[in-house]
């Protein structure tokens, strides 16, 4: 239909254009609510790894105080030793940004943990001690003394231990 100067046209989308626009919709909005899922686990992860630099720094703190009979946390334990001891978790609780809080008990790593001493925990660092295999220390210098050191920083740590995204750190101690 053709509209002349004095006959109204008629206004609106046609049920072609109205289908097209749901369709682009449709695509449209799980794209965008996706980007922005990923943006914010791209955000934690870096997040989390710019905090390890202390929190790892901590651990490590607290397995040599272990190791000289003065720790703040844990059991002492003797150069060589492995730890924890079966049935115990070394764990310890940090803030969002890096500061620790404290011990983080056995259920509590297991199930989550949301608060402690009224400090919100976003961050777990369970540390585990493990002798080395024996094909372990190869080349000039025997490592068979040394206990290999897994040190994992766990988010976010409300979740469930089994839920939570890891990033593993690895170093050998006497």
């Known amino acids: 239909m053709h509209c002349s100067g004095t006959t109204t046209c008629p206004r609106g989308a046609t049920l072609t254009e109205a289908l097209i626009a749901v369709g682009v919709l449709a695509v449209a ?39 000289e009979g003065k720790p703040r946390f844990f059991t002492a334990t003797k150069t060589g030793e492995p730890f924890p001891a ?28 949301k608060e402690m001493d009224g400090k919100t925990v976003r961050y777990v660092a369970s540390m585990r001690g493990a002798r080395q295999s024996a ?18 920083l766990e988010y976010p740590a409300v979740a469930p231990a089994a839920k939570r995204t890891k990033l593993d750190f690895h170093t050998l101690v006497p």
């Open 135 to 152: 094909s372990a220390g190869s080349g000039a210098t025997s490592n068979a003394d040394l206990l290999l050191v897994r040190i994992s």
């Open 29 to 67: 909005v799980p794209l965008v609510f996706g980007s922005l899922a990923e943006a914010g686990r791209s955000a934690a992860a870096a997040e989390a790894e710019t905090r390890s630099t202390w929190i790892v720094d901590t651990c490590m703190d607290e397995i040599r105080a272990s190791r």
């Open 86 to 113: 079966d049935g115990e978790a070394w764990a310890l609780g940090f803030s969002g940004d890096g500061a620790l809080i404290g011990k983080v008990e056995g259920g509590e790593y297991e199930n989550g943990v």
